[in-house]
């Protein structure tokens, strides 16, 4: 399957990365590492999230940080839509 990044999605990870990476760029290269990692996988297993709040979507929470990749899977379409990236300290949107 695809990989597809929403602009959201891509501007919250940036955001993230770029916070950690105030005060420790290591820490941040690290961080975006293990996002890329994970959400790399669900181009085999696409199921691999739990299940959503949001009817439609799953949740890929990223081992060993503080973050939740939000994302759909379209099957026929082959793809996998990665939507949001949160800080599990982040309220959770609408």
């Given at each position: 399957?695809l990989?597809?990044?929403?602009p959201k999605?891509?501007?919250?990870?940036d955001?993230?990365?770029?916070y950690?990476a105030?005060?420790?760029?290591r820490?941040a290269i690290?961080?975006d590492s293990?996002i890329e990692?994970?959400?790399n996988?669900?181009?085999?297993?696409?199921?691999?999230?739990?299940a959503?709040?949001?009817?439609?979507?799953?949740?890929?929470?990223i081992?060993?940080?503080n973050?939740?990749?939000?994302?759909?899977?379209h099957?026929?379409?082959?793809?996998?839509?990665?939507?949001?990236?949160?800080?599990?300290?982040?309220?959770?949107?609408?």
């Amino acid at each position: 399957m695809l990989i597809a990044w929403l602009p959201k999605a891509m501007a919250n990870r940036d955001e993230l990365i770029d916070y950690i990476a105030e005060e420790n760029l290591r820490a941040a290269i690290d961080q975006d590492s293990r996002i890329e990692a994970q959400v790399n996988q669900l181009a085999v297993h696409p199921e691999i999230g739990h299940a959503g709040r949001k009817k439609g979507t799953r949740e890929l929470v990223i081992a060993r940080t503080n973050f939740v990749v939000i994302y759909r899977v379209h099957p026929k379409a082959k793809r996998v839509e990665i939507i949001r990236v949160l800080h599990t300290s982040q309220a959770w949107p609408a």
